[in-house]
């Protein structure tokens, strides 16, 4: 009979904030305020008071036993650990630490990519369509080109070829730009 009461005037009350917000032309939160003033009256009419009731006494015997039972410690410390656990997998995992066969890649995504060994050659071009890419493959390639017919350099050259070619390359392309 109590809660009825109260739920009651509790729903009054509201209504007349409500009212009051209308009638100085704040209809937003007069909204606000019926929407709100509507809750006590629909808790008691739906019986949801004595749930309500029970769930707080379980939360009170609950507390009761957290400081009281060892059992309850022990479930938090269990708790705790899987926690951290689970927090510690994550970042290893993001950080690239756990490498795992099956369990990096979804099997619908195929073998992983190959990675090449070696940087590409200068002369290669480079993926994307940039004109400028392309026109410093084209200027490298005709350096190059030029230098094979010195003796000296090459293949069939004294030396041989050791890759240093390439490097004259880079550093040409360097200079160009002012690197």
């Known amino acids: 009979m109590l809660t009825a009461a109260v739920s009651f005037?509790?729903?009054?009350a509201g209504m007349a904030v409500?009212?009051?917000?209308a009638y100085r032309r704040r209809f937003l939160s007069a909204t606000r305020w019926f929407a709100v003033a509507l809750l006590p009256l629909g808790l008691y009419l739906t019986g949801l008071f004595p749930v309500a009731r029970t769930i707080?006494?379980?939360i009170a015997d609950w507390a009761t036993k957290l400081v009281l039972d060892p059992?309850?410690?022990t479930g938090i410390v269990l708790l705790g650990v899987s926690a951290g656990l689970l927090a510690a997998t994550r970042w290893a995992g993001r950080r690239g630490a756990v490498t795992g066969g099956s369990e990096s890649r979804p099997a619908a995504a195929g073998p992983a990519p190959v990675k090449p060994a070696v940087a590409p050659a200068a002369g290669t071009p480079a993926a994307g369509p940039a004109p400028k890419r392309a026109e410093e493959a084209a200027r490298a390639e005709q350096g190059r080109a030029g230098k094979a017919g010195k003796p000296g350099k090459g293949a069939k050259g004294g030396k041989g070829d050791d890759g240093?070619?390439?490097?004259a390359d880079i550093e040409e392309?360097?200079?160009r730009r002012g690197l």
């Open 18 to 21: 409500a009212g009051l917000r």
């Open 164 to 167: 240093l070619d390439e490097f």
């Open 56 to 58: 707080g006494d379980e």
């Open 71 to 73: 059992r309850v410690w």
């Open 173 to 175: 392309i360097l200079r």
């Open 9 to 12: 005037a509790l729903t009054a």
